[in-house]
């Protein structure tokens, strides 16, 4: 195993590698009951056990995958963004079936394949400018963040104004404003699996004052597979239309980039990078895209590297057998279903609020002093809270792109790739609307 995983080779070894695995898990676990929460909300359809086993067994296996071929201490896990756009866009918005999305979901990630083994994949992310990577990534947080505040009810409808501030004297608004406070002083104090820790004290304390119910049991019997297993594959007649085409689209994107920010990320804080590129690029894109087809398989929304496995770096992670353990806590996280029951939403709301703002913090990135650049970062970034879909705020940003640089004169760094794209979003939200 010293071998394989090269530990000498990377100054580390067992003991390291296992702490780093845990400390990775700790940081990331909150997604194990956020995900199964978002997927099967109100209306969706889903079933949310069955949505909890593909959550824990898609991260188990993408991890391993990572680290086993790739080799590198990053674990993957069904992405948040992505969940949200899934179920409150593409299913309760568009009306799409969850199966149909899944599907969606299943191409996206076997065109990531092709991209990867074809070596296509290079040119795409260079055609793509980065300022609008950027902003995607900003704008999914202030997505998921309103999310947050909406299902949490610290945000509510108004006739008026279309939003308003909710009822802070209703006790379970309270309790998410609570969560909020209790996670951010965790993440302020630097605490290694902040967020999780968050909802474990939002939940105890929902409970004490009668605002949640206890669970009947914290072990119990793996929930069943069977509503959600093989649905994509069932309904990959049912993707050949716009509105879909427009859906595989931004799963493909939003995944490809984020995982190329992240492996990137990931890697230089391991000190993993050499020449300023990422060994075994292809590798490592390849785990995951595998795993985006093996989670929409088992019945989740795209599965994808998560940044938090820079929390097990810092605790001196280095090889692939820090995701490999990783993975093992998955596994093991599968007894805990009945805790499914006390994750209510305003436990969730401020997981889902404090990730927003993670995200967020790309926005320091963006070229702002350029306005032919800051206009279509801007518009893509408000576009997806405002319209309640990341589809619709990469379609605007990337058809105001090209607007833009031809206004500045500087047609000439429009990337041929992008044209194909101002076409195809320019389709999307003229026969989608």
Request: glycine share 10%; charged share 10%.
């Amino acid at each position: 195993m010293k071998k394989f995983f090269q530990f000498e080779e990377l100054g580390t070894n067992f003991r390291t590698e296992f702490v780093a695995g845990l400390t990775t898990f700790l940081a990331m676990a909150y997604i194990l009951f956020v995900n199964p929460a978002t997927l099967a909300a109100e209306g969706t359809g889903m079933d949310q056990g069955a949505v909890f086993t593909a959550t824990a067994l898609a991260a188990a296996v993408g991890s391993l995958i990572m680290g086993l071929v790739a080799k590198y201490p990053i674990a993957l896990a069904p992405g948040m963004g992505l969940n949200a756009f899934f179920a409150y866009t593409v299913v309760l918005g568009m009306g799409i079936p969850w199966e149909t999305a899944l599907a969606g979901v299943l191409v996206s990630g076997l065109i990531f394949i092709v991209l990867t083994l074809s070596g296509v994949r290079e040119k795409i992310i260079n055609a793509i400018p980065s300022n609008l990577k950027l902003a995607v990534g900003a704008g999914i947080g202030l997505f998921i963040a309103f999310i947050g505040f909406q299902n949490s009810g610290i945000i509510v409808a108004n006739p008026a104004t279309m939003v308003s501030l909710g009822d802070l004297s209703v006790g379970t608004t309270l309790l998410a404003v609570f969560g909020v406070i209790v996670t951010v002083v965790f993440l302020t104090l630097d605490l290694k699996g902040g967020v999780f820790y968050g909802m474990i004290v939002t939940a105890i304390a929902g409970m004490i004052f009668g605002l949640i119910d206890p669970p009947s049991a914290v072990v119990g019997a793996v929930p069943s597979l069977a509503p959600t297993f093989g649905a994509a594959f069932a309904s990959l007649g049912d993707i050949f239309t716009l509105p879909m085409l427009g859906v595989i689209l931004t799963f493909l994107f939003v995944d490809f980039f984020d995982t190329a920010g992240t492996l990137v990320a990931v890697a230089t804080k391991a000190g993993l990078m050499k020449d300023d590129k990422l060994p075994r690029a292809g590798k490592a894109l390849f785990s995951d895209s595998a795993a985006t087809v093996v989670g929409a398989t088992l019945g989740t929304s795209t599965t994808t590297s998560y940044v938090e496995s820079a929390t097990g770096v810092s605790a001196g992670g280095r090889s692939g057998f820090t995701a490999v353990v990783t993975a093992g806590f998955f596994l093991l996280a599968l007894l805990f279903s009945p805790l499914l029951g006390v994750v209510t939403a305003a436990v969730t709301a401020p997981a889902l609020i404090i990730v927003g703002v993670l995200m967020a913090t790309s926005l320091k990135d963006i070229e702002w002093d350029k306005f032919e650049i800051a206009v279509p970062s801007f518009l893509t970034v408000v576009a997806m809270p405002l319209t309640y879909s990341i589809a619709t705020g990469i379609a605007v940003g990337f058809i105001f792109y090209p607007i833009t640089m031809i206004a500045k004169g500087k047609i000439k760094e429009i990337n041929p790739i992008m044209w194909g794209l101002f076409v195809v979003f320019v389709l999307y939200l003229t026969y989608l609307h």
